[in-house]
């Protein structure tokens, strides 16, 4: 008896989808559910032991027969029955009258079996548990033909518990090819609470995590703009580093759109081309389409290259055809080009930029840099040295002025940087002498206006600060407090700047760390005229074990030495003597519980002038709740809710409310639902949103989502929706 028990067969595949194993912590387990297996020591070796209540051999026929209780047992698998014949001739064993086999992997149990060599074998009217996936089923035949060849006829196949079957597949023949990895069905059937719901005469599915082509799960939804939508996504492996995935979108009140999403990596880049059609927009009459390019990598050792394209064909595209308030609001699409090299201690950077502007009524319109070109050295810092910094750029910046008036023309700005850090474990003061120059040419400017300018500017900073620590003891722990003192002083002669135009410059939002920026604007069209001290204080609450902070209490404040006369366009010279007080709060309130918040004062006014506070409960994954509130003066007031939360080992509710307080005008809300049981789950999500950009239209939706737990989902997929809704969720569903 050479061989035997070498079937089994694939069942350790899933028998229609190949899917990740799953917990199931509210379920009973099959090998509680299935036939017992016999209390027997595996078999260390590769031999077969047979047990029986009596045996017969034949030497004429080469026949041995056991009968009564045949135990047949090899390595960790065990097979028994009532009758067993082997034939030493054929050396294939079958048992007529019923059997039961054991695995790890699985339990079958049928009227008979015939197991050949070459892994080669039969059984009819079986009954297999498999239960590493908590599956069951039923086959009228089982054939091996092969070691990687199986074919199963007349098959049932589902995760539900007898007597509780929720769903229920049936296929007349499934055939699974281990060398290729690959399964195939015909004529399968699936049944919901009984009722047949989806059929497809002819199936192929992957019987490995390895990618392969095959059609994805549906998706199912409904929205006030696109109407009643179901989506077909099928996935192309066209190799092993690029694919594509070809999707169907059927919109009942638009038509039918068809997207393309193509991904490639080599070894150095990296890329995604996303192209979207709609052949005639029912509601709008006239065709419509999108295209999104990324690509990103290296070119060569010092060469990289990264590009940013979208394309839409219509200045509503995304707020009709979007599903989130962050798209639908986009109102500029960039285009970009960057080609980057990488020297000895320096890099260059070269960019085309320009932008699809999609809401016509703005009156304004970002520039073109057509082309800008960066240069800096990349030195690393030397402690007790001087350190030498050097940046230079030059940018043509064009727009059509036709649309808007206003300047256009070159900007080089040069950069040099000198500082000498001197570092110590507990402190640190950095001197920094700055010397700056920038040029205009400009044209389309003003009668009596100025076609160039020159600035040429120096700065002097010096940024200091301790690092103090004690060891102390809170609520019975042992801790590390640490305090900060931080002093940075900059001054910058003045210079009027009146005359230049707004390119691409802004002012930074104050913040605590911007009390220790060299410059309040973010690009190079004004260089503000600071002459002050900023001093800040930092304490932190560590763990002295673990080195987790669990509090950390920022402080600090700006005392201006002169009227800053510096300004953009709209505001006014600053007179005030201090600026606002920044205070920062990060703190680990409890177990599971953190909160953070960011204050600015103004003490003058003694008015608070911008706030943000946001707590937030996360026991685990699926208990998760978060409160935020935003504040600026004149500007916005706004709550967000979000929580996703257990209401029992089946139920979780979910849900999101983010309101602008001053018009009492919701922006997006949400709840939804969950059940989930030991062989399928429901989500259900109905949703309101803003979905335009000005603020006036509302879009409400219905997700439903129904996963039939090993074999797949049906319903429009909300992982991504939810996980931006929901901080700090991971969906699972």
């Avoid at 900073?461 to 002083?489: A, C, H, I, M």
């Avoid at 104050?510 to 009390?515: A, K, M």
Wanted: hydrophobic share 35%; proline share 4%; net charge positive.
């Amino acid at each position: 008896m050479r061989q035997t028990i070498i079937l089994l067969l694939v069942l350790s595949h899933s028998v229609v989808i190949h899917a990740a194993e799953e917990t199931y912590k509210i379920c009973k387990p099959f090998s509680e559910l299935a036939p017992q297996a016999p209390k027997l020591s595996p078999l260390n070796d590769d031999s077969v032991q047979v047990s029986a209540d009596s045996a017969t051999l034949d030497e004429k026929k080469s026949l041995s027969t056991f009968e009564g209780y045949v135990v047949v047992q090899r390595a960790d698998q065990i097979l028994t029955t009532n009758t067993a014949v082997y034939n030493r001739k054929t050396d294939v064993l079958s048992a007529k009258n019923g059997f039961t086999l054991w695995d790890k992997r699985f339990t079958i149990k049928g009227s008979q079996v015939d197991l050949r060599p070459k892994q080669q074998g039969e059984m009819t009217n079986a009954y297999f548990w498999l239960l590493n996936r908590r599956a069951r089923g039923h086959a009228k035949k089982i054939n091996k033909h092969s070691k990687n060849l199986a074919t199963f006829e007349e098959t049932t196949y589902t995760t539900c518990a007898p007597g509780n079957e929720v769903w229920r597949l049936e296929a007349s023949k499934i055939s699974l090819d281990d060398a290729k990895a690959r399964g195939t069905a015909r004529n399968v059937t699936i049944h919901l609470f009984g009722l047949p719901i989806f059929y497809t005469p002819y199936i192929s599915f992957p019987l490995s995590d390895a990618r392969q082509s095959g059609l994805l799960m549906p998706q199912y939804g409904v929205s006030d703009e696109v109407g009643t939508e179901f989506v077909i996504p099928y996935y192309f492996n066209l190799a092993p580093n690029y694919d594509t995935t070809l999707t169907t979108r059927i919109m009942s009140r638009r038509g039918v759109l068809l997207k393309n999403d193509f991904r490639y990596l080599t070894q150095s880049a990296g890329g995604n081309l996303k192209l979207e059609y709609l052949p005639d927009d029912r509601a709008r009459g006239e065709s419509r389409a999108s295209a999104s390019f990324q690509h990103s990598g290296a070119i060569t050792a010092r060469w990289a290259s990264n590009i940013n394209f979208n394309y839409a064909s219509d200045e509503r595209y995304f707020e009709e055809l979007g599903n989130s308030l962050r798209i639908s609001s986009i109102t500029h699409l960039e285009r970009r080009a960057d080609l980057y090299y990488y020297g000895n201690g320096w890099m260059g950077q070269a960019r085309l930029q320009a932008f699809q502007t999609l809401d016509t009524s703005l009156s304004s319109r970002p520039y073109q840099r057509l082309p800008q070109i960066l240069f800096k050295t990349v030195l690393p810092q030397q402690n007790r040295k001087l350190n030498t910094e050097l940046q230079a750029e030059f940018v043509r910046f064009d727009r059509n002025t036709e649309i808007v008036a206003g300047p256009i023309g070159n900007r080089l700005d040069l950069k040099s940087t000198f500082s000498f850090p001197i570092r110590s474990f507990g402190t640190f003061i950095i001197p920094k002498l700055s010397l700056l120059y920038t040029q205009y040419d400009l044209s389309n400017v003003g009668v009596n206006e100025k076609t160039t300018h020159k600035r040429p500017l120096f700065r002097f900073s010096t940024d200091s600060g301790l690092f103090l620590e004690r060891e102390t003891n809170w609520w019975g722990k042992d801790f590390v407090q640490t305090l900060e003192p931080r002093v940075y002083y900059r001054y910058t002669p003045y210079r009027d700047q009146s005359e230049i135009p707004i390119f691409d410059t802004g002012r930074y939002d104050l913040s605590f760390l911007q009390l220790f920026r060299d410059d309040s604007f973010s690009g190079t069209d004004r260089i503000d005229d600071g002459h002050q001290i900023a001093f800040g204080m930092t304490s932190r609450l560590l763990g002295s074990k673990s080195g987790i902070e669990h509090l950390r209490l920022s402080l600090g404040e700006i005392f201006y030495l002169r009227d800053r006369r510096v300004i953009l366009p709209g505001e006014k010279i600053g007179t005030t003597n201090t600026s606002n007080i920044i205070g920062e709060l990060a703190a680990q309130i409890a177990k599971n519980w953190q909160a953070s918040g960011t204050l600015r004062w103004n003490p003058e006014t003694r008015n608070t002038e911008h706030t943000v506070m946001r707590i937030r409960y996360h026991s685990d994954s699926q208990n998760i709740l978060n409160f935020s509130y935003r504040f600026r003066e004149n500007s916005v007031e706004q709550i967000d809710t979000s929580f996703h939360w257990k209401l029992g080992k089946r139920w979780n509710v979910l849900g999101r409310w983010n309101v602008s307080i001053p018009d009492d005008k919701t922006l997006e809300t949400f709840t939804g639902i969950e059940y989930s049981s030991c062989c399928w789950a429901v989500r259900g999500i109905a949703r309101r949103y803003i979905n335009s950009a000005n603020g006036s239209d509302y879009v409400n939706g219905f997700f439903l989502q129904i996963q039939l737990k090993g074999l797949g989902g049906v319903g429009k997929k909300a992982d991504t929706f939810l996980e931006e809704s929901i901080p700090g969720f991971n969906d699972h569903f």
